[in-house]
């Protein structure tokens, strides 16, 4: 019987949500170097003693002024950052899709040196922003923050009308199945090694060694207490690498193409989660008591959260709506636009370097524009696919709980050819045309 509840597809409010219209910033304490500053301007929220606020608009930069101002008719010389952009600080996941779209929008709203003064634990000789900016800054990264907590509502809320996570249950297996498309393009590149439980053992027998001493490139640090955390995901490359001589590297390099088959040099990449789902979640770390336990629920919720960002996007009844009107292009475009969403998801929860990585500070564009790249949206294409493909075989088979006109909407886009659009959202080729369709939607004007 299906899931009927007059709040939302799932059952929670959208109103609740704050997806559709106001997405609610996250409690956060406010540090003790901005408690002073008060101001009232209708968007101020608690943090601990003090209020924190923007400031009005007539106290910020120049430059941070185009964002908050909408150009007004024949007022000389302004000129809006974003096409149709409100004005107002980012609130909404349609602020925030519009924020990532361009790098312009990322540097002003979330800039790498507004978020290394927020990594340099509020202390004022430390900060290189001036305290508007830092605020302006604060505010974005809390109701970012909140992102998450609508998507997790509404996954929790789903997985309420659809209980369990045993084999074989709905959100089981859309978790499997979006894993083993994401993982099916990964085997595509010619980087991939198969992680398995022979490799785990290598690298952490590197680690303790002293050979295997940082990840990403050098960009991030590695121990063994990080690396049998069940919690963690990693990757590694040639570079993380150190030998005290041609002898040593000469037997780690023997091991490596002993246990996976290809050379030890700069063109492999480890990711520890890219691996078939059954030998991830068969993998033991005996130095770790808790793995058994957590990891399997770890390697789950990586793909939850892919999953929760896609029924977050189509709780807009205009994107599931769109998704079976008009032509295969007219459904990519709006396919696009859920992958807007999803990777707004994917800022909040990238577990890689936090707030401060560098792909942060790039768009959702291709790669000639300053980009994140095709690489990194085709693999939330490849995720985004077999979820809607999940729903639906569930759907059809009565086993799918949801709202009536969800299900209804469902079963409607793949009748009317939806089926065509996602074949194409995951040919690079299609895709990367989509995008350069789409992005024209997010330029200045």
């Known amino acids: 019987m299906a899931f009927v509840n007059q709040m939302g597809f799932f059952g929670v409010s959208a109103a609740s949500l704050g997806m559709l219209d106001h997405i609610e910033a996250v409690t956060t304490p406010v540090p003790s170097t901005l408690c002073s500053v008060q101001s009232d301007d209708g968007n101020g929220f608690g943090g601990g003693a003090a209020a924190l606020s923007l400031p009005p608009v007539s106290e910020y930069p120049e430059n941070l002024q185009l964002a908050v101002l909408t150009q007004s008719a024949g007022e000389p010389g302004a000129t809006p950052l974003f096409k149709g952009f409100e004005g107002r600080a980012p609130r909404s996941f349609d602020d925030f899709t519009r924020m990532f779209a361009t790098e312009m929008g990322i540097r002003t709203f979330l800039n790498a040196e507004i978020v290394n003064g927020l990594a340099q634990e509020w202390e004022p000789d430390e900060l290189t922003t001036t305290k508007n900016l830092l605020i302006h800054a604060y505010w974005t990264l809390c109701h970012l923050e909140g992102v998450r907590t609508s998507n997790r509502t509404v996954l929790q809320a789903f997985e309420t009308a659809n209980p369990g996570r045993e084999p074989g249950s709905v959100l089981a297996t859309l978790a499997r199945e979006t894993h083993e498309s994401w993982l099916a393009g990964e085997k595509a590149s010619p980087s991939y090694v198969p992680y398995t439980q022979a490799l785990q053992d290598f690298l952490a027998e590197c680690i303790q060694s002293g050979v295997l001493v940082s990840s990403q490139k050098g960009k991030g640090s590695i121990n063994m207490e990080l690396f049998v955390n069940p919690k963690k995901k990693h990757k590694f490359s040639e570079a993380d690498f150190r030998f005290g001589s041609e002898e040593q590297r000469a037997q780690v390099a023997a091991r490596f193409t002993e246990i996976t088959g290809r050379a030890f040099d700069g063109t492999f990449l480890i990711n520890t989660v890219a691996g078939d789902w059954d030998v991830l979640s068969a993998i033991a770390v005996p130095s770790n008591a808790q793995w058994a336990a957590v990891r399997p629920g770890a390697l789950f919720n990586l793909q939850a959260d892919s999953v929760a960002a896609v029924l977050s996007a189509l709780q807009d009844t205009h994107l599931l709506n769109g998704l079976g009107q008009g032509s295969v292009e007219d459904k990519l475009q709006v396919l696009v636009e859920i992958l807007r969403r999803i990777n707004v998801g994917w800022r909040v929860n990238n577990p890689w370097n936090g707030f401060n990585s560098p792909l942060q500070n790039r768009p959702f564009d291709l790669n000639e524009f300053g980009g994140i790249g095709i690489a990194d949206i085709l693999r939330d294409a490849r995720t985004l696919r077999p979820i ?58």
């Open 388 to 445: 809607l493909e999940g729903l639906e075989r569930f759907r059809a088979a009565g086993r799918l709980n949801a709202d009536p006109q969800f299900l209804a909407a469902l079963e409607r886009a793949f009748a009317n050819g939806l089926q065509g659009a996602l074949d194409r959202l995951v040919d690079e080729e299609a895709l990367t045309a989509a995008i350069r369709i789409n992005r024209q939607r997010y330029q200045p004007t």
